[in-house]
Structure formats: structure tokens, C-alpha cells
């Protein structure tokens, strides 16, 4: 797998047509891997009800095997031939929020293989919004099982240019179809369980769950202060050290002024002793920090610009080899809960609550 050609194909996601994806869905349709964009990030593409299929995304990863897959439907019906025991509000979900960023858990039929699923008797189905994502599908004929489209540990791809990174080489084909628009990965719902639960926050929150199927609860484990041993987050994959930028980042968190000042003073020292320094900031502060390399993640005037903006930024310092990065902390808006929880992994869980 090491080093095959990679095929990069650019597609203008607000006009295309569909022929030029027919290469793409004959490479899924015939068992291979095709890296595709979503709404929420990039998706790495294969046969979902083909283990073999599925099994090099693994490989093409370096993803742990007990890691389960989303799969990728383009009509909402399809669940029916995915899963079991279907209750009435996964209907209810996907009509309000399909096509767009919600995975949905349901007993998987068996028809699903357990190298799909991580060896779970669940399976975890998602109808993305992007058009080039959902003809792609379509097209090819089959369900699409896509995990984020990074090495695994790496922050989630929302640009193509982040999945050459990762995966060149590696994968048959990459379409380049611009931005992920969204930025995070999409909300995980389990409907399995005695009451539906987030697995993973995402763009779309638990008020708005809440709001068409009643009482939704969350992990606990979401916002977890830290990785002790009762650490036991239910979607296997949010146990897994993620995004992690190769500098060390620390949050920080308390009013603005507060925050702004503390930076300062950690990133002048080390400056100073030679180190590299990345800072975290917004619109609203980016002029208030005079020392270390300051990019803007997005504005607090637009919070959708902070999510979107968030993996780019922590591949940026990659780039720049920054050795500390300090963030300002974003926990008070709609999206709060769902950059935090992908903030604070990145972090390793590092905050210092400023008073
Ligand atoms: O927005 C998204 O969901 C993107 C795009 C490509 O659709 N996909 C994505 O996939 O984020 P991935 O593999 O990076 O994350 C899937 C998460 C993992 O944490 C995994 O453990 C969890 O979903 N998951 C998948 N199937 C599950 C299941 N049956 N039960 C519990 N968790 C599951
Ligand atoms: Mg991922």
C-alpha cells in the first residue's frame, strides 16, 4: 500500500458534473480508497460491506482496528438496509437533519461486517450534505464507510491540501473539491442505548437534538478534565489521543484581559530563551499580542468562523514548527462545547483556569 500512485482530482463542488466523479465511483465500486470532502471534514472513502475494502483504510490510516467507521448513505432510507430494530427517532433525526452533519448509531443488520464496525454489533450511519460527497456515493452504488481523511493522532482534514499531507501515496484517489465548510467533525447520536446520547458534540447541539426527539443526554466523558482510568468514552474513537499538534499547546481561560496578559508573559519568556511561540487568537484580539507567531482562528462576532478555522490552525504551527502554543478558550457560545472537546484533546487536556 505504501506508495501507490495517488490520482488528485479538482472538482468545483457549485458545479460539477456527475461524469467527472465516475473514475472516483468505479475505485470505490471496485474496492478501493477514495479521500472525498464532506461539510463537516474530508472523508477517506471504501466499500463499507467489504471487509477487505474497509480494512485498508486502516492500513492507509494507521487507525487502531477496534475503531469503528461511519457509514455514508445518500438517501435516507438506506438506514433500513443497514440496521435493526430501528426506533421512531432516528426517523425523526433524519428527517429534520439529513442531509448534513449527524451520525446516527443504530443495531447494525448483518449484512454490516464486524471489520467495519470495530467488531460492535452497532453501526454508525451518516447522509452528508456535501453534493460532491452524496453523488460520489450514489454513483457508485454502494455505502461508503469514512472515517476523517488524516493519519490517525492528526487533526481532521478541511482542506485537500491536508489530505495530500497525510495520505499521498497511500490512497487511489483524492478529490479536491475546496473547504470543508463546517470544520468540525459531524455529531455523533446513540440510539441504542435507554436514552439517546451524544457520543461526540458537533454542529449540531444537544438543544437542537432535544428539540425534535425530547431528553438527549451526553457522554460525561466529552469534556473530561482528564484521561484518568475512569476515562471510558462510549465511541471508541474519542479515547484515542487526537489532533495532537506537535508543539505543546496550553489552553488558557478567564476573561479576556486576564488571558491576553498571561500569554504575554508565558510567551515572552519563552521568546525569549529562543523558542518558537504560536498563539491562538481572534479577530477581536489578534493586535493585542506583540510577541510569537499570533494566527487568527476566526472571529467571536461568528462563531461558525472559530469551528471552521480550528484543525488548519493547529496544522498551521506544524508547519512553523512551533514548539509552545497558547490558546485563548472558546467554551461560551452554542458551538463551545463542540470546539472545546477538540481543543482541550489537542491540548492533551492543559488548561489554566485564570481567575
Ligand atoms: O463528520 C464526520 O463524521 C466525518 C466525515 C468524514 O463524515 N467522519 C468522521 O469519522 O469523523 P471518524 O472515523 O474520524 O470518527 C468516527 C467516530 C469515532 O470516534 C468512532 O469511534 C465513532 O465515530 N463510532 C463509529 N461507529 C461507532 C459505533 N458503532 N459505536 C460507537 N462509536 C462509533
Ligand atoms: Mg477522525
Known amino acids: 500500500m505504501q506508495n501507490m500512485h495517488t490520482e488528485i482530482k479538482k472538482i468545483d463542488a457549485d458545479e460539477f458534473d456527475p461524469e467527472e466523479l465516475l473514475q472516483a465511483a468505479n475505485i470505490l465500486k471496485s ?12 472523508g477517506l472513502g471504501a466499500n463499507a460491506l467489504e471487509e477487505l475494502a474497509a ?146 458534540p458537533g454542529c449540531i447541539t444537544q438543544q437542537m437534538l432535544s428539540n425534535v426527539i425530547g431528553e438527549v443526554e451526553i457522554d460525561p466523558t466529552i469534556l473530561a478534565p482528564k484521561m484518568d482510568h475512569d476515562f471510558k468514552p462510549k465511541a471508541p474513537g474519542m479515547k484515542y489521543r487526537h489532533y495532537a499538534p506537535e508543539g505543546s499547546l496550553t489552553i488558557y481561560e478567564g476573561d479576556t484581559n486576564t488571558v491576553i496578559n498571561e500569554i504575554n508573559k508565558v510567551t515572552k519568556e519563552k521568546v525569549d530563551n529562543g523558542h518558537v511561540v504560536g498563539i491562538i487568537a481572534t479577530e477581536e484580539t489578534k493586535s493585542s499580542y506583540p510577541s510569537g507567531v499570533v494566527k487568527v482562528i476566526g472571529s467571536r462576532k461568528d462563531e461558525a468562523t472559530i469551528a471552521a478555522g480550528l484543525f488548519d490552525i493547529l496544522r498551521e504551527f506544524d508547519t512553523l514548527h512551533a514548539e509552545y502554543i497558547y490558546s485563548e478558550s472558546f467554551g461560551d457560545n452554542r458551538l463551545g462545547q463542540a470546539i472545546m472537546n477538540r481543543l482541550l484533546k489537542a491540548a492533551g487536556y492543559h488548561i489554566n483556569k485564570l481567575s
Open 31 to 42: 474496492g478501493g480508497l477514495v479521500a472525498f470532502p464532506t461539510e463537516t471534514v474530508y
Open 55 to 200: 480494512g485498508k483504510i486502516y492500513e492507509a490510516k494507521g487507525r487502531p482496528s477496534d475503531n469503528p467507521l461511519i457509514v455514508h448513505i445518500a438517501n435516507k432510507m438506506d438506514i433500513n438496509q443497514l440496521a435493526k430494530d430501528i426506533p421512531e427517532t432516528a426517523y425523526k433525526l433524519a428527517e429534520v437533519f439529513w442531509p448534513g452533519p449527524l451520525t446516527i448509531i443504530l443495531k447494525k443488520k448483518e449484512c454490516v461486517p464486524y471489520g467495519t464496525t470495530g467488531g460492535l454489533d452497532t453501526v454508525a450511519i451518516r447522509l452528508p450534505a456535501n453534493k460532491i460527497a452524496r453523488e460520489l456515493i450514489e454513483l457508485s452504488g454502494i455505502f461508503v464507510a469514512a472515517p476523517s481523511a488524516n493519519r490517525s493522532g492528526k487533526p481532521s482534514p478541511t482542506k485537500a491540501e491536508h489530505v495530500i499531507e497525510d495520505l499521498s501515496g497511500k490512497v487511489d484517489m483524492i478529490i479536491d473539491g475546496g473547504k470543508a465548510t463546517l470544520g468540525l467533525e459531524s455529531t455523533i447520536i446513540d440510539l441504542t442505548g435507554e436514552k439517546p446520547m451524544i457520543l461526540r
